[in-house]
C-alpha cells in the first residue's frame, strides 16, 4: 500500500463513504475492500480491569457549577498547568451543546491553537470524514472536545499530569452536555476518561463506563494517518458506534 498515494487520495477528501445501508457499508480507500461489518446481534460490554483510582468528586473542582460562558473564561485563563505557557489560546470545544455524540481528543495542535477550534487539521479532516460515515457533522448532534485545553508543544502527547490537571473541565463539560455516548479518539483521551490504563486494540468494539453514560474507545485520527492499516478496525469501530448509539437512546 502506497503511503503518498493513500495519503493524496484521503488528501484529504472523503475517505469515508457509506454507499449503502450500514449493515453492508464499505470503506472505500482505493484498495481491496473490507468484507461487510455484520450487526452484531448484541453489543458486548467490557470488562475492564477496576478503575486505578476513582476520580475525585466534583467539589473543589475549578469548574464546578460553571456554565458554558464561565467555563470558556476559565479555560482561556487557566493557569494550572504548564501547557499554558506555550500556547497562542486555549481550545475549550465546539459542536451542538445538546449533541447526543461526543468524541473527545488528545489536544490540540498548531492549527487548532491557532484557530481556537478543536479538529481542524489534517487529522480533524479525517475526524469529519469519520462523522460523515456514520451520518454525523460537526455542529449537528455533536461535540468535539479534547483530554487537555492547550496545545502540548511540537504536538507531543500531554503528560499524566497534563491530562490531569485539565480533567476537571472536560468532566464538566460532560455533565453539561449529558451526552448519550462518550467516544474516546486515543489513549490518553481513553485514560483519563476511564481512569484505568487503556490498551486501544483491546479496549475497542465495547461498551465502556463513564459515570452511567456509555462510551466507546477507538484509535486517534491522527494514528490512523499514520498507520493506515487500523482504518478498516477503525471502520469496524465507526460501526459498532452507530449500531450502539440507537441502543442507548431512550425513544
Ligand atoms: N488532535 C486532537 O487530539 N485534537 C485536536 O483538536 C486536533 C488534533
Ligand atoms: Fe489549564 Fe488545561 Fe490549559 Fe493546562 S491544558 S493550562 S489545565 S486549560
Redesign the pocket.
Known sequence: MERTRILREMGLGPVWKLRAVPAEAVLDVGEPQPASIPLAESVPVADLNPPLATAPAMPGSPATGMGWAELAAA?SS????P??QT?KQ?VLGVGDVNADWLFVGEGPGAEEDARGEPFVGQAGKLLDNMLAAIGLRRGQNVYIANA???RPPENRTPTPE?VA??RP?LERQIELLQPKLIVALGRPAAQTLLQAEVKIAAARGKLHDYRGIPLVVTYHPAYLLRTLLDKAKAWEDLCFMKRSMPTLRGD
Not at 487557566?78 to 498547568?81: E, Q
Open positions: 479555560v487557566c493557569r494550572r498547568c501547557l499554558c500556547r486555549a487537555v485545553k492547550c497534563e490537571a485539565c473541565y
